[in-house]
């Protein structure tokens, strides 16, 4: 069977979805296939039916005040509430306020060439201004868990671009959907759920078989049922750097022929950013009960596997405590059970707020563990940028024989990677693009 439309688009994540928003209010036919049974992406919301909140697997915040993803979120008729920002940290065994510990944000800001890895700059840095440890253990400890990078190997100036980034935008104070931000994605795919014949869910790209002016796309189901050839006149690719990166016949990997090869050198110049979440309700919010804790919204514990720990305010009366790990200690906890991850996390908590892990687990009614490298259709967090590849973020992001167009988080060239509103934003820039070259065909 051939399905034809003007666009193919892969991945109804947040980048497809803008994208398929911009051609289809052209007046486009567009097709949009996406490898799992929801849209949204790295956006994926669960909701506790017993404490009545939405819980986030991936994306979380809203950072800053990003004008066009605050439109959007307005539009769909949702409410953005800033979250506590108030932050803990446990040093030596002591818990305290933390704002001290990240002296290092500033002169990150003003990091310059020539580029190099960020443990590198850190010990510099340490040297130059005589950081006491915490704060050289903080900067290293923040390289992995917000950015899920390794700072043996994230570059410097990467990260110092979208610290940049952010600050210009209206600062990193973070801020949630109170109602759950896959509402914002959902809104944004009204017309293609409204639309038969062009959302197609369970739909394993295989093969992109191209020419200028020409695509088919060959697609199955992830039962290994076929569903024949999508063609169009262009396709824009929103799949994550873990995706690309993978061989066929791994799940999710897809075939370009010929091959991009431009493309292909940059998206392995890059890398994925290893990302474990685990999302525990207890119950009582102990953390709320205690003097010393109760005013905090973010706990830092750098040494720990799980070294930041965050609760679901402005949501008033939770049980719920959130914890984050990211870079190299994501990927030696990815792969384990999640009975071996829940213990790691208590062990944690245990430390972080003096309670034993028998009481802990006492405490303890629900558990989710969300390890993003075992998901086939992500292979990861979100994108990470080496020492020295700054360009290959533009390189990946070239349009190719004005057939094929490039967009995701690892696609901002202008410092938003890893970020939502940085996906929507590639997805309307590969969208224009497209636009412009079939206007001079």
Same mark, same amino acid.
């Given at each position: 069977?051939?399905?034809?439309?003007?666009?193919?688009?892969?991945? %109804?994540?947040?980048?497809?979805?803008?994208?398929?928003?911009?051609?289809?209010?052209?007046?486009?036919?567009?097709?949009?296939?996406?490898?799992?049974?929801?849209?949204?992406?790295?956006?994926?919301?669960?909701?506790?039916?017993?404490?009545?909140?939405?819980?986030?697997?991936?994306?979380?915040?809203?950072?800053?005040?990003?004008?066009?993803?605050?439109?959007?979120?307005?539009?769909?008729?949702?409410?953005?509430?800033?979250?506590?920002?108030?932050?803990?940290?446990?040093?030596?065994?002591?818990?305290?306020?933390?704002?001290?510990?990240?002296?290092?944000?500033?002169?990150?800001?003003?990091?310059?060439?020539?580029?190099?890895?960020? %443990?590198?700059?850190?010990?510099?840095?340490?040297?130059?201004?005589?950081?006491?440890?915490?704060?050289?253990?903080?900067?290293?400890?923040?390289?992995?868990?917000?950015?899920?990078?390794?700072?043996?190997?994230?570059?410097?100036?990467?990260?110092?671009?979208?610290?940049?980034?952010?600050?210009?935008?209206?600062?990193?104070?973070?801020?949630?959907?109170?109602?759950?931000?896959?509402?914002?994605?959902?809104?944004?795919?009204?017309?293609?759920?409204?639309?038969?014949?062009?959302?197609?869910?369970?739909?394993?790209?295989?093969?992109?078989?191209?020419?200028?002016?020409?695509?088919?796309?060959?697609?199955?189901?992830?039962?290994?049922?076929?569903?024949?050839?999508?063609?169009?006149?262009?396709?824009?690719?929103?799949?994550?750097?873990?995706?690309?990166?993978?061989?066929?016949?791994?799940?999710?990997?897809?075939?370009?022929?010929?091959?991009?090869?431009?493309?292909?050198?940059?998206?392995?110049?890059?890398?994925?950013?290893?990302?474990?979440?685990?999302?525990?309700?207890?119950?009582?919010?102990?953390?709320?009960?205690?003097?010393?804790?109760?005013?905090?919204?973010?706990?830092?514990?750098?040494?720990?596997?799980?070294?930041?720990?965050?609760?679901?305010?402005?949501?008033?009366?939770?049980?719920?405590?959130?914890?984050?790990?990211?870079?190299?200690?994501?990927?030696?906890?990815?792969?384990?059970?999640?009975?071996?991850?829940?213990?790691?996390?208590?062990?944690?908590?245990?430390?972080?707020?003096?309670?034993?892990?028998?009481?802990?687990?006492?405490?303890?009614?629900?558990?989710?563990?969300?390890?993003?490298?075992?998901?086939?259709?992500?292979?990861?967090?979100?994108?990470?940028?080496?020492?020295?590849?700054?360009?290959?973020?533009?390189?990946?992001?070239?349009?190719?024989?004005?057939?094929?167009?490039?967009?995701?988080?690892?696609?901002?060239?202008?410092?938003?990677?890893?970020?939502?509103?940085?996906?929507?934003?590639?997805?309307?820039?590969?969208?224009?693009?497209?636009?412009?070259?079939?206007?001079?065909?």
């Amino acid at each position: 069977m051939v399905h034809e439309a003007d666009v193919v688009i892969l991945g %109804a994540g947040a980048a497809g979805l803008a994208a398929a928003e911009r051609l289809m209010g052209k007046g486009l036919r567009v097709i949009v296939l996406e490898a799992r049974d929801r849209v949204g992406g790295r956006v994926a919301t669960l909701r506790d039916t017993v404490a009545d909140v939405p819980l986030e697997l991936g994306a979380e915040f809203v950072h800053g005040k990003p004008a066009a993803l605050l439109r959007r979120i307005r539009r769909a008729g949702l409410t953005v509430s800033p979250c506590n920002d108030t932050h803990a940290l446990l040093w030596r065994g002591k818990l305290d306020d933390g704002e001290e510990s990240f002296a290092f944000q500033e002169p990150l800001m003003s990091a310059k060439a020539p580029d190099r890895p960020m %443990a590198e700059w850190v010990a510099e840095q340490a040297r130059l201004h005589q950081w006491p440890p915490v704060v050289s253990a903080m900067a290293r400890s923040y390289v992995r868990g917000f950015y899920a990078a390794d700072p043996d190997i994230a570059s410097t100036l990467a990260i110092s671009r979208m610290e940049r980034t952010a600050e210009d935008s209206g600062g990193t104070t973070p801020s949630r959907v109170l109602e759950g931000y896959d509402r914002v994605l959902h809104a944004m795919a009204a017309k293609l759920f409204a639309k038969p014949g062009t959302l197609f869910l369970n739909a394993v790209a295989e093969e992109v078989r191209w020419k200028p002016g020409s695509v088919r796309v060959r697609a199955r189901t992830r039962q290994g049922t076929p569903l024949g050839t999508f063609q169009a006149g262009h396709a824009v690719v929103t799949l994550p750097v873990g995706v690309l990166q993978a061989k066929p016949p791994a799940p999710g990997a897809v075939r370009f022929v010929p091959r991009v090869r431009a493309q292909e050198r940059a998206w392995n110049r890059l890398a994925m950013g290893s990302l474990v979440k685990i999302l525990l309700r207890f119950r009582t919010p102990f953390w709320r009960e205690q003097e010393a804790t109760a005013r905090f919204g973010f706990f830092h514990a750098p040494a720990a596997p799980f070294s930041t720990w965050w609760t679901l305010a402005p949501h008033r009366r939770t049980r719920h405590l959130v914890g984050w790990s990211g870079g190299p200690t994501a990927a030696a906890l990815s792969g384990s059970s999640d009975t071996v991850v829940l213990r790691r996390a208590l062990q944690g908590l245990s430390q972080l707020f003096h309670r034993s892990v028998r009481e802990l687990n006492e405490q303890l009614e629900a558990w989710h563990v969300q390890d993003w490298q075992g998901e086939p259709y992500t292979r990861g967090g979100y994108a990470v940028i080496p020492s020295g590849s700054l360009d290959a973020v533009e390189a990946l992001a070239r349009p190719v024989g004005r057939t094929l167009f490039f967009a995701g988080e690892a696609t901002h060239v202008g410092g938003e990677e890893g970020t939502v509103h940085g996906a929507l934003e590639t997805g309307w820039r590969a969208a224009d693009e497209l636009l412009a070259r079939r206007s001079k065909a």
